[in-house]
């Protein structure tokens, strides 16, 4: 068959601006060469033909169709083999993912990789994931720093707390790949995040920074990766920095991970040195995803988040089948029902496609109508397949608990529609209705830690302008009461008061602490003020040791981590895993202003504490609560007994200023009748306690 000249000097016209033609050119030689060699197939000739007779724009979605048709003889040609061997081609899929994500069946398993970064906190995650987007082409040099962290929360702190993905595409050794590069927070408070976006990938970058070595969440992260079974690339990071040893941190991770030398990678993402090395080893360490193209479909929900415009975007990945746009899909848990009303990929930013293929990471918008519709871990599938659920993830427990009430009580819907679109974000927070005496109508959210909390209590304000009081944090308790009965309770106020328990248990972690040797005693002192039951001692090397705690989780829960970065000036890293419960002798402490208890202030206290943590809470709310016309009490009791006090006198009338002179007894007079009345009005009087007083003294 002759070359038809119409199509081919359209061909030639548009090459440098449209890649997908570029892919239609190519796939025309290896046409003519398969049919010289007589492998092609009459039906294959055919179809060709018929396509070459019509425009550019309508051969190739005609071109479309016989390879989506001809899997089988695809895979077994080397098309993609072809595709991926012009170098303009590959410049071309890097600078116009537009046209790329057209048509994503240019990326067949073999070609992909999915990889996320794991590392300690600070240990240069984001700015490696910048410097890879750069040298793919995905964002141009000199873009914003932190391109990944797009939340106000995490520009003004300066971490990551919402994974984030990215498709790449990198040209090597005469191949383009599909790289899915997923950015993952560090701190322990988000540890749910890593753990779901390993389940999405087949390796992991393990990042250590050059100058500190292996932190506490770097052993964890690793572990985490490795239960996972993925491919672990070790990556030193900040080899540029002052205070930089390779040498030494190479031999810390050969040593604590069992790692060959030669493995290691030593790089700089701030200046772009050794990066080179970085993407050649994803691809050649990275087993492609698994999964089978042929067999119904099946998507993992692994992410979500809520846009003002579309609704409830949902991250996933693609485990068995092809998600075509317009498909009528289901959700095998709760068998809701909906179509797939846009698909595509983030590079970083959204790029709609037609089609997801089999182990590909992308996004796929349904119109649910309800923000909670989206249930991460969920399995979707075609309506009417018969195909078994994926295992998902495991149900979160949370840390601790802390309530969030609106500081006016007429802001309680907009803070209920707030919080509905912020758990679609984050899913580990648990939320539950509540409601307080004090502060009116409420909810009881659980959360991974301190940092989770306050991350969630800043993103209310920021991103949806809900003005929030948060209770004072707490930790899950078990009551043993009599006649066998058991209690779980996760809020103070819900402690019995009166009631004769028998046993109470709180919950127990590990904490792991690496220390430089000149902060260890400070560091220690800290472990034992926390209740804490020391378990090891271990010297990293010669200036750092590791050091492991037993102790409750209601110390970390509080303020033991701000504590521990102030005693070693920043330098000491934290990580913990719970362990179980254990008994434990604490009891509830109630504030009482002018005898009546304040259900929003009530604490679980160690008992050998509670007349020093009494005497602060007093001290707080005397400083906050306005006098009024009479004296005002103010208590902490454990049971019927007060461990600390202290009172705000009334103000003072002078009833005798009119006297000028006259027998004593008519100032006395005047001064018992003034007393009388004070006596009345503290007995029929009520403290009203300020919604700022609650917001100063629970913000502290």
Same mark, same amino acid.
């Given at each position: 068959?002759?070359?038809?000249?119409?199509?081919?000097?359209?061909?030639?016209?548009?090459?440098?601006?449209?890649? @997908?033609?570029?892919?239609?050119?190519?796939?025309?030689? /290896?046409?003519?060469?398969?049919?010289?060699?007589?492998?092609?197939?009459?039906?294959? /000739?055919?179809?060709?033909?018929?396509?070459?007779?019509?425009?550019?724009?309508?051969?190739?979605?005609?071109?479309?169709?016989?390879?989506?048709?001809?899997?089988?003889?695809?895979?077994?040609?080397?098309?993609?083999?072809? =595709?991926?061997?012009?170098?303009? =081609?590959?410049?071309?899929?890097? +600078?116009?993912?537009?046209?790329?994500?057209?048509?994503?069946?240019?990326?067949?398993?073999?070609?992909?990789?999915?990889?996320?970064?794991?590392?300690?906190?600070?240990?240069?995650?984001?700015?490696?994931?910048?410097?890879?987007?750069?040298?793919?082409?995905? !964002?141009?040099?000199?873009?914003?720093?932190?391109?990944?962290?797009?939340?106000?929360?995490?520009?003004? /702190?300066?971490?990551?707390?919402?994974?984030?993905?990215?498709?790449?595409?990198?040209?090597?050794?005469?191949?383009?790949?599909?790289?899915?590069?997923?950015?993952?927070?560090?701190?322990?408070?988000?540890?749910?995040?890593?753990? *779901?976006?390993?389940?999405?990938?087949?390796?992991?970058?393990?990042?250590?920074?050059?100058?500190?070595?292996?932190?506490?969440?770097?052993?964890?992260?690793?572990? @985490?990766?490795?239960?996972?079974?993925?491919?672990?690339?070790?990556?030193?990071?900040?080899?540029?920095?002052?205070?930089?040893?390779? $040498?030494?941190? &190479?031999?810390?991770?050969?040593?604590?991970?069992?790692?060959?030398? #030669?493995?290691?990678?030593?790089?700089?993402?701030?200046?772009?040195?050794?990066?080179?090395?970085? =993407?050649?080893? !994803?691809?050649?360490?990275?087993?492609?995803?698994?999964?089978?193209?042929?067999?119904?479909?099946?998507?993992?929900?692994?992410?979500?988040?809520?846009?003002?415009?579309?609704?409830?975007?949902?991250?996933?990945?693609?485990?068995?089948?092809?998600?075509?746009?317009?498909?009528? !899909?289901?959700?095998?848990?709760?068998?809701?029902?909906?179509?797939?009303?846009?698909?595509?990929?983030?590079?970083?930013?959204?790029?709609?496609?037609?089609?997801?293929?089999?182990?590909?990471?992308?996004?796929?918008?349904?119109?649910?109508?309800?923000? &909670?519709?989206? *249930?991460?871990?969920?399995?979707?599938?075609?309506?009417?397949?018969?195909?078994?659920?994926?295992?998902?993830?495991?149900?979160?427990?949370?840390?601790?608990?802390?309530?969030l009430f609106p500081i006016s009580t007429d802001d309680f819907d907009n803070l209920q529609v707030a919080v509905e679109k912020l758990t679609v974000n984050d899913p580990s927070v648990m939320v539950r209705r509540d409601n307080s005496a004090a502060l009116g109508q409420g909810f009881r959210c659980g959360f991974q830690g301190l940092l989770h909390m306050d991350v969630f209590h800043q993103r209310l304000q920021e991103e949806y302008g809900a003005s929030v009081i948060a209770s004072p944090p707490s930790v899950p308790y078990r009551l043993s009461l009599p006649g066998e009965k058991v209690l779980n309770l996760d809020s103070p106020s819900d402690f019995p008061v009166d009631q004769k328990i028998d046993r109470v248990e709180e919950p127990m972690v590990i904490a792991t602490i690496v220390v430089p040797n000149q902060y260890l005693g400070a560091v220690m002192e800290l472990g034992q003020e926390c209740r804490g039951e020391q378990t090891d001692y271990i010297a990293v090397d010669e200036s750092r040791t590791l050091l492991r705690y037993k102790m409750p989780l209601a110390e970390i829960a509080t303020t033991f981590y701000d504590s521990l970065k102030s005693r070693s000036s920043g330098y000491a890293s934290f990580d913990y895993e719970e362990i179980g419960m254990q008994p434990a002798d604490v009891i509830r402490m109630?504030?009482?202003?002018?005898?009546?208890?304040?259900?929003?202030?009530?604490?679980?206290?160690?008992?050998?504490?509670?007349?020093?943590?009494?005497?602060?809470?007093? &001290?707080?709310?005397? #400083?906050?609560?306005? /006098?009024?016309?009479?004296?005002?009490? !103010?208590?902490?009791?454990?049971?019927?007994?007060?461990?600390?006090?202290?009172?705000?006198?009334?103000?003072?009338?002078?009833?005798?200023?009119?006297?000028?002179?006259?027998?004593?007894?008519?100032?006395?007079?005047?001064?018992?009748?003034?007393?009388? +009345?004070?006596?009345?009005?503290?007995?029929?009087?009520?403290?009203?306690?300020?919604?700022? @007083?609650?917001? $100063?003294?629970?913000?502290?």
């Open positions: 068959m002759e070359e038809g000249n119409s199509p081919r000097k359209t061909w030639n016209r548009v090459e440098q601006d449209d890649p @997908a033609l570029v892919a239609a050119k190519l796939l025309y030689e /290896r046409y003519k060469e398969i049919t010289r060699t007589g492998e092609s197939s009459e039906s294959l /000739r055919a179809s060709w033909q018929t396509a070459q007779k019509k425009t550019t724009q309508s051969a190739l979605r005609e071109w479309a169709n016989v390879l989506q048709s001809m899997k089988g003889w695809i895979e077994t040609s080397g098309i993609h083999t072809v =595709l991926h061997s012009s170098n303009g =081609l590959a410049r071309n899929l890097a +600078g116009s993912p537009t046209a790329v994500a057209n048509d994503l069946s240019l990326f067949p398993q073999s070609l992909i990789r999915n990889f996320s970064v794991i590392a300690h906190i600070d240990h240069g995650k984001s700015t490696l994931s910048d410097r890879l987007l750069e040298l793919t082409g995905a !964002i141009k040099s000199g873009s914003r720093k932190q391109y990944l962290d797009r939340l106000p929360v995490e520009r003004s /702190r300066g971490i990551t707390v919402k994974a984030q993905t990215a498709s790449m595409f990198f040209p090597w050794q005469s191949t383009t790949y599909l790289l899915n590069l997923i950015d993952t927070p560090g701190h322990v408070d988000f540890s749910y995040e890593v753990s *779901r976006s390993l389940a999405a990938c087949q390796g992991a970058l393990l990042l250590v920074d050059a100058a500190q070595g292996i932190q506490a969440q770097t052993v964890s992260t690793f572990y @985490a990766a490795f239960e996972a079974d993925l491919s672990i690339i070790p990556v030193i990071n900040k080899i540029d920095m002052p205070a930089a040893d390779p $040498e030494r941190v &190479t031999e810390e991770i050969c040593m604590a991970f069992d790692f060959d030398p #030669e493995d290691v990678l030593a790089v700089s993402a701030k200046t772009g040195e050794g990066l080179e090395r970085v =993407l050649p080893a !994803i691809v050649e360490r990275v087993p492609p995803p698994s999964g089978h193209p042929e067999s119904p479909l099946r998507l993992l929900l692994f992410d979500s988040y809520y846009d003002e415009y579309r609704g409830v975007v949902c991250l996933v990945q693609v485990v068995d089948g092809v998600l075509q746009k317009g498909d009528k !899909i289901v959700s095998l848990n709760a068998d809701d029902r909906y179509e797939a009303l846009e698909v595509g990929i983030f590079t970083p930013e959204p790029v709609k496609s037609t089609n997801l293929y089999t182990g590909q990471v992308g996004y796929v918008i349904m119109g649910m109508k309800t923000v &909670t519709a989206a *249930r991460v871990g969920d399995t979707y599938a075609h309506e009417k397949s018969e195909v078994e659920p994926l295992p998902g993830f495991k149900p979160l427990k949370p840390v601790l608990f802390a309530g109630d504030l009482l202003v002018n005898g009546d208890p304040v259900d929003a202030l009530a604490r679980i206290v160690p008992r050998e504490r509670a007349e020093k943590e009494g005497k602060k809470l007093v &001290t707080k709310m005397k #400083e906050l609560l306005p /006098r009024q016309m009479f004296d005002i009490s !103010i208590q902490a009791s454990v049971g019927r007994k007060v461990v600390a006090r202290a009172t705000i006198k009334a103000y003072r009338k002078d009833v005798t200023a009119k006297l000028y002179g006259g027998d004593v007894t008519r100032k006395r007079k005047l001064l018992e009748k003034q007393k009388a +009345g004070k006596k009345k009005m503290k007995r029929i009087g009520r403290v009203e306690i300020p919604q700022e @007083a609650f917001y $100063e003294i629970l913000s502290r």
